[in-house]
């Protein structure tokens, strides 16, 4: 079987600004047809990335190829990439109708060309009745469908997307979220997303490259990068975790028995040669039991510090000894669900959910 070029490949890319390297030695290959995101803290060096791969920031060195052609030469209004910015950019001055057609115009597609094209991408993210309406008549969701339907009218190979959805309320956003990725698939556009939200990313995101200070600290698929982080800041980054200091106390077939802060307990999977790491376990792993519940391997004696009631689930603050632990509930009692602050209660940590972290 052939392998197919990338739609995105990096090599080596550096961007330097003074003393500060925004991209240091970043290397990236990105799939035709994937929603691959890149997920980080403001100055993390996302922004810079998908600046370069437009043609919108020029590195200092390395490689960009786009569809296995050398991008180095290719100015930015002639690469097959169109960019979807977070403040929409629209005209002010142009209908919704003409915001879209504009590019083709300047590319001087056929007139009833553009009018087919316009049409159907406005059908697509539906927009139609908005078609006579200037930006300053939209909501910002519109706006940012208006956005889209402009960027992807010119069918460009890759679709690039700068934190877009990050102006809008939360209902929108998450609404917004499910409509681009139906979008994506229904394309099978390369899409390219920044995003400083982990639910974002693990919502949308065939893959995900969580970036740290101009590089990347771990990149995988969605699920693979949140149930198996390699490090402190990934595993803190791309969700929350409890983190654990341990020392090896045995190694067994399935592991190792550790000591830890919260007392012994025991680990499986692929344990390393070292006899000190650090664990980490999500707090929807950690299991809250009443206190007469306390029999059984890796369960700990806790007391509850804050109860955070959030709607569908319940957010525990707990202390065990001067360790502070956070445990998360599906809330499927009806009514009270069961823990008060100030309450002793038990956790369970499955041997199974904790994992051994590379730092």
């Known amino acids: 079987m052939a392998i197919q070029t990338p739609a995105i490949e990096v090599e080596n890319l550096v961007r330097q600004f003074g003393d ?24 993390c060096g996302k922004t810079t990335l ?32 169109n960019t979807v910015f977070q403040s929409y950019a629209l005209f002010p001055h142009l209908t919704v109708r ?62 690039l997307l700068d934190e877009p959805l990050g102006a809008l309320d939360l209902k929108l956003r998450k609404e917004l979220q499910i409509e681009l990725l139906a979008l994506q698939r229904r394309l099978g556009i390369t899409f390219v997303y920044v995003t400083h939200d982990q639910e974002e990313a693990l ?19 969605a699920e693979a ?7 402190r800041y990934v595993s803190t980054f791309l969700g929350s975790c409890n ?41 929807e792993k950690v299991a809250l039991c009443a206190p007469g519940e306390s029999a059984g391997e890796n369960r700990i004696k806790v007391k509850v510090v804050e109860v955070i009631y959030i709607g569908s689930e319940t957010h525990y603050v707990l202390k ?22 100030g309450q002793d209660a038990v956790v369970h940590l499955p041997a199974a959910g ?3 972290l590379d730092d």
């Open 225 to 231: 990068l949140y149930e198996n982080p390699r490090t």
């Open 50 to 81: 998908l600046r370069c791969i437009g043609g919108l920031d020029i590195p200092d060195e390395g490689v960009i190829r786009i569809d296995g052609t050398d991008a180095r030469e290719i100015p930015a209004h002639k690469r097959p990439v």
């Open 320 to 341: 065990a000894g001067e360790q502070p632990l956070s445990a998360e509930a599906m809330n499927v009692k009806v009514g009270h669900q069961g823990f008060d602050i």
């Open 354 to 356: 904790l994992l051994v």
């Open 203 to 221: 919502v949308m995101s065939d893959r995900i490259a969580v970036m740290r200070a101009g590089k990347i600290e771990q990149m995988g698929e």
């Open 243 to 283: 983190l654990l200091e341990a020392t090896v106390r045995q190694r067994t077939p399935t592991g190792a028995v550790v000591q830890t802060t919260v007392g012994e307990l025991r680990v499986e999977g692929s344990i390393p040669d070292r006899n000190k790491f650090t664990l980490a376990i999500r707090p």
């Open 98 to 159: 003409g915001n879209i057609a504009f590019g083709l115009q300047m590319k001087k597609v056929a007139k009833p060309e553009i009018e087919e094209r316009v049409k159907r991408v406005m059908d697509m993210v539906q927009i139609a009745k908005l078609a006579d309406r200037k930006p300053a008549q939209l909501s910002g969701g519109q706006k940012q469908r208006v956005a889209l339907a402009r960027a992807i009218v010119n069918e460009p190979s890759v679709l």
């Open 20 to 43: 500060v390297f925004a991209l240091d030695h970043v290397s990236v290959s990105i799939r035709k047809g994937e929603f691959f995101s890149l997920l980080g803290p403001s100055g």
